[in-house]
T-cell receptor, first 112, second 115 residues
Framework: GDSVTQMEGPVTLSEEAFLTINCTYT??????LFWYVQYPGEGLQLLLK?????DKGSNKGFEATYRKETTSFHLEKGSVQVSDSAVYFC???????????FGSGTRLQVQP | NAGVTQTPKFQVLKTGQSMTLQCAQD?????MSWYRQDPGMGLRLIHY???????DQGEVPNGYNVSRSTTEDFPLRLLSAAPSQTSVYFC??????????????FGEGSRLTVL
């Protein structure tokens, strides 16, 4: 079945550091890929998405590129802020499926 | 615009008790779903619905029931609570077209503890 694997956290960075959170997936066909963010005490919010190979999703300075050859969708940001501290979830929607499959989440802590 | 509203936000139950987690959305979304979030396991789908009167099981449906009598509401029922059901529960919804893009709108979550 479909699955998503994320790097374990927590990831602790200083403000203005470069961020990479790795995400790889297993799925048949051509899934859509997503990054969701969960701020403390809140529900998940869509951060960015990509629906086909080589697409780049971007939002709020975050980027991720859909790499079918490596089955990856790594999240990057050039300069993190304290306000980016949250849990980040990689997810996919398999071909013909309605529900999303989520990774286990990666907690990011940004220190001033 | 309220979005997706879940109640209660916190609940403590004893083993064997029953309860209902409420979920309502005011966006006229056809698709609604329930997930549970456990440490190190991400979110796992419990049940989902693609419209009023239609429900189906997700990855971890045992111990939970759902119904969808209206477009707006999608309650999750625990018939006989067990400590293994201690978790944070999220309701999520999307437009029909969202089924192709996968964008879900989440409630703020309900933290359930079963003693």
């Amino acid at each position: 079945g479909d699955s998503v694997t994320q790097m374990e956290g927590p990831v602790t960075l200083s403000e203005e550091a470069f961020l990479t959170i790795n995400c790889t997936y297993t799925a048949t066909g051509y899934p859509s890929l997503f990054w969701y963010v969960q701020y403390p005490g809140e529900g998940l919010q869509l951060l960015l998405k990509a629906t086909k190979a080589d697409d780049k999703g971007s939002n709020k300075g975050f980027e991720a590129t859909y790499r079918k050859e490596t089955t990856s969708f790594h999240l990057e940001k050039g300069s993190v802020q304290v306000s980016d501290s949250a849990v980040y979830f990689c997810a996919l929607r398999g071909t013909g499926r309605r529900a999303l499959t989520f990774g286990s989440g990666t907690r990011l802590q940004v220190q001033p | 615009n309220a979005g997706v509203t879940q109640t209660p936000k916190f609940q403590v139950l004893k083993t064997g008790q029953s309860m209902t987690l409420q979920c309502a959305q005011d966006m006229n979304h056809e698709y609604m779903s329930w997930y549970r979030q456990d440490p190190g396991m991400g979110l796992r789908l419990i049940h989902y619905s693609v419209g009023a009167g239609i429900t189906d099981q997700g990855e971890v449906p045992n111990g939970y029931n759902v119904s969808r009598s209206t477009t707006e509401d999608f309650p999750l029922r625990l018939l006989s609570a067990a400590p293994s059901q201690t978790s944070v529960y999220f309701c999520a919804s999307s437009y029909r077209s969202g089924q192709n893009t996968g964008e879900l709108f989440f409630g703020e979550g309900s933290r359930l503890t079963v003693l």
